[in-house]
């Protein structure tokens, strides 16, 4: 049986310098993190881990000696702050109440009142909504609901992408990590390259000539498969690439020609990520839009899709069967962080503090060669570190050593395709926590003398 990782997904727990990181921990952290992966079923992303916790709030952290690390990460689920005071408030009230659960075929306040509010923020013309536990299930519905409506059942999404777990949405995501020595995946999920600026393969360096030669890939399937049901992607790639206008409206375009839907995974990218409430509003608006992570709140698991009314046409189906869908809790903790989204500013932060920190980056990139190229939108940022700024050789082992130099120093982040550091702090930051991340970065490149 094959064991080696690809790194698509981020770091790995397997490496050198993971288990010379662990003999810095407490003899305490170290028999937790033992006992965890005494019980739990290891797997590359996850057990073994990295660290145990004792507390998360706000935009940080915390290890079980209370060392906190501003959090770049969060699995997302943090746009409105770990631990946030007012949505535990509203959730704790909301168990004071006595309801909560909801079993399917009856519905509740909080339900029709979060269910309201998305679709009062979302693009105009998406004011259907359907929710289930976890981003992996409402990826599911969307392309569920996008074959039951155009009667077509292929799929075009992209290499590297990630939508989750499971059989759907490992098949339209586009990493063999989690696909491969599974058998037969879902068939007809075709594939094709996200537009890379810094990185095409063409070596193009004019945005029209390349998004022509992506665009091209795309009209190459349709040509041969017009019988395709969604075209299936995150906005703005996890990496981060900004895909330019140009882009999303040909493809759209396009759908609208094949007769196929646009579904945008705004899973991570919902809720200011990128600077708006929703990344669409950078681009088009599409046929079905998916959320996830930040709208249980960082307190439940949570997600959905808002999608139009001309598509609630499926009364004789089911393309979302869930046990939650309606969870008053959820609901709740989904409503109150959205609400503290809007009262604190936290998509303008975004926009603002998203802009100071790229600026810092790119500043820091014109005396360290290592940072190849800074891209990004809002607080979703990525560094991409080469060995040389001419061949762009990705600089893996020095990213890996960048993020626990990063971590000694209180920055926690995630390696995403070897040698990206990908920044998605919570909103909440401030100027100084921007600061903090440039000089982790700089005191780790002088401590390994790039
Ligand atoms: C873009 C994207 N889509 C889908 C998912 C799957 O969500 P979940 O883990 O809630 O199933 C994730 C999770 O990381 C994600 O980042």
């Not at 881990?49 to 507390?55: D, P």
């Not at 079993?103 to 004011?127: C, E, F, H, M, Q």
């Amino acid at each position: 049986m094959p064991t080696s990782v690809s790194l698509e997904q981020g770091d790995i727990n397997q490496s050198a310098l993971r288990s010379e990181y662990h003999q810095h921990l407490s003899p305490e952290t170290k028999k937790i993190i033992e006992e965890d992966a005494e019980v739990f079923l290891h797997q590359a992303l996850s057990t073994p881990v990295m660290n145990a916790l004792s507390k998360t709030e706000g935009a940080f952290i915390y290890d079980m000696n209370g060392k906190p690390y501003l959090d770049l990460h969060g699995n997302g689920v943090h746009n409105a702050g770990f631990s946030n005071a007012y949505v535990i408030e509203k959730v704790i009230n909301q168990l004071k109440r006595s309801l909560a659960f909801t079993p399917r075929r009856y519905t509740n306040i909080p339900a029709i009142d979060l269910a309201k509010k998305l679709v009062s923020i979302a693009p105009a013309g998406l004011n259907r909504v359907l929710f289930c536990p976890g981003g992996s299930e409402a990826i599911e519905m969307a392309v569920m609901l996008a074959k039951q409506i155009t009667g077509k059942w292929k799929t075009i999404s992209f290499w590297d992408s990630y939508h989750g777990t499971g059989f759907q949405a490992a098949s339209v995501g586009g990493e063999e990590h989690f696909s491969t020595g599974n058998g037969p995946m879902v068939p007809g999920s075709f594939h094709v390259e996200f537009p890379n600026y810094y990185r095409n393969p063409w070596g193009l360096a004019n945005t029209d000539d390349i998004d022509e030669e992506y665009i091209r890939q795309i009209k190459i399937i349709l040509h041969r498969h017009p019988d395709m049901s969604a075209l299936i992607a995150e906005p703005i790639s996890a990496t981060p690439v900004v895909p330019s206008q140009h882009y999303w409206k040909e493809v759209q375009s396009l759908c609208k020609r094949y007769g196929m839907f646009l579904i945008f995974d705004e899973i991570i990218e919902g809720f200011g990520r990128t600077g708006k409430m929703f990344a669409s509003e950078h681009y088009v608006t599409p046929d079905v839009l998916v959320l996830g992570k930040t709208l249980g709140g960082g307190l439940m698991p949570f997600a959905g899709i808002i999608t139009k009314d001309e598509y609630n046409v499926l009364q004789h189906r089911s393309v979302g069967h869930f046990t939650h869908e309606k969870n008053p809790l959820c609901c709740t903790a989904g409503l109150a962080t959205i609400e503290y989204i809007e009262a604190n500013d936290l998509v303008e932060n975004s926009a603002k503090l998203g802009d100071y920190l790229m600026d810092q980056l790119k500043a820091l990139g014109e005396t360290y060669p290592i940072i190849g190229n800074v891209a990004g939108k809002g607080l979703h940022i990525g560094v991409d570190l080469v060995k040389n700024k001419k061949t762009k050789e990705r600089a893996v082992k020095e990213a890996e050593a960048i993020m626990y130099h990063c971590m000694q120093q209180g920055v926690a982040f995630k390696i995403i395709e070897g040698n990206i550091i990908t920044m998605r702090p919570s909103l909440v930051i401030t100027k100084d926590h921007c600061d903090m991340i440039v000089t982790a970065l700089k005191n780790s490149f002088e401590k390994i003398n790039l």
